[in-house]
């Protein structure tokens, strides 16, 4: 049987792989786009009803074309997003084929390349760009037994509060995810506990001006100026409801009652760390240093952008962040369902190549991984704060693009 050649596998047909196709199409790469189900499948299948854009519609998005027939101040709608990742493959003509998992890459012995397997058949390629994103496979501690009598889900497979069984939730988890559903839940009418552990929580707006033109203003994107980085911390930044700032006092004064870290159950009881009032003090003190850097940019920069002295007023503290739960017996709360909003691992198990470092994460800078001819992207922080975002990953794509034509460029030369 003849064996299918390429130059460049891209495997996945979300926004890395769509920003991958365009960059490789305009340098002249023979490729391919292999895209288990459908093109931006995650962002169709895999997110609660209401889940919009990070970002406005202006700013979320490739260079190449506009969100049409919606405002560019709003958050579009998730399937929106999906609708406009098909839309544009189809306008670039991307050569994607859906329906086609990778089931394994392997190099070749004695010879340049990759033996990429598919349900569909096998592939040689000289390069492979995994484009399968951060949010692989749904990552939560195993803290409550599964024989527990307690409904458990991830916000991967969290719909709207009508799946969820009758009686309280707790939401495991105070970044973008956690804080929306909670709210959702709420205004559902149902009682809500919301575990909050360490967390960045910026403006959403602030002085006409969205968050993500503030990141780019003041060089927040790039972070020129380094700042010292904890893992693991929550971002707690939305689009919910037409974009408004996450504020775990106005969650708690609707009737949130909020906890710390969800740390350890015990016969029907779950145990909560204490720092639940620091954690909120915490993502306060990054709240207004985002406040004073941008009052003083618009000083410095003589911007006629209205003062907003509202922004600077916090509520008061609701009591229970002046006198925290540090357990909760769950049948006495009427707990029915814990709901972990607590992020995504890697699963890179179809790569049999030498391209990962001793904890098992891929081992790159700027997505050129260790392994020669393997290429990451789409990953948070791939060169930075705006990698895992639609409007970062187009830009990350266009240098791996570039560094595939200059690799390829080594392969093909001959001395005359």
Request: with cysteine.
């Amino acid at each position: 049987m003849s064996v299918e050649k390429i130059n460049t596998l891209v495997v996945g047909a979300g926004q890395a792989g769509i920003a991958m196709s365009e960059h490789l199409s305009q340098m002249g790469v023979p490729h391919i786009v292999l895209e288990r189900h459908r093109i931006a499948e995650r962002w169709r299948s895999e997110r609660w009803d209401s889940l919009v854009a990070n970002g406005p519609a202006w700013h979320d998005r490739f260079p190449g074309q506009k969100f049409e027939g919606i405002s560019p101040e709003v958050f579009p709608a998730k399937e929106r997003v999906a609708q406009y990742f098909e839309d544009y493959a189809g306008m670039i003509k991307a050569p994607v084929r859906t329906g086609v998992e990778v089931s394994q890459v392997e190099r070749h012995q004695g010879r340049p390349g990759f033996k990429v397997t598919t349900s569909a058949g096998v592939i040689e390629a000289d390069n492979v760009v995994a484009a399968t994103g951060p949010f692989q496979i749904p990552a939560y501690p195993k803290i409550v037994p599964e024989n527990s009598g307690i409904q458990q889900l991830h916000s991967s497979t969290y719909k709207n509060p009508g799946q969820l069984a009758e009686g309280a939730v707790l939401v495991v988890g105070a970044g973008a995810s956690g804080s929306q559903i909670a709210e959702e839940l709420r205004k559902a009418g149902k009682t809500v506990y919301l575990s909050v552990g360490e967390h960045y929580r910026p403006p959403r707006s602030y002085r006409d001006r969205d968050y993500c033109w503030w990141l780019g203003a003041l060089g927040l994107w790039d972070e020129v100026k380094i700042r010292p980085k904890k893992e693991h911390v929550a971002f707690a930044v939305s689009g919910y409801e037409g974009g408004k700032t996450v504020d775990f006092r106005r969650l708690a004064h609707m009737g949130i009652t909020l906890v710390g870290l969800t740390k350890a159950y015990r016969n029907g009881v779950l145990d909560f760390e204490e720092g639940l009032a620091r954690n909120i003090a915490d993502g306060d003190q990054a709240y207004f240093d985002v406040l004073r850097e941008a009052d003083a940019y618009i000083e410095q920069n003589g911007l006629p952008l209205p003062p907003e002295p509202d922004a600077w007023e916090l509520l008061p503290d609701p009591d229970c962040l002046k006198e925290p739960i540090l357990s909760l017996d769950l049948a006495a709360a009427g707990v029915t369902t814990i709901l972990w909003a607590t992020g995504f691992k890697f699963d890179y198990s179809w790569l049999k190549v030498n391209a990962f470092n001793e904890k098992g994460d891929p081992f790159h800078k700027r997505g050129i991984s260790a392994e020669s001819g393997i290429y990451f992207l789409g990953l948070p922080n791939l060169v930075n704060r705006a990698s895992s975002f639609i409007y970062g990953v187009w830009h990350d794509a266009k240098y791996i693009a570039d560094h595939i034509v200059l690799q390829n460029g080594y392969m093909s030369y001959t001395k005359p």
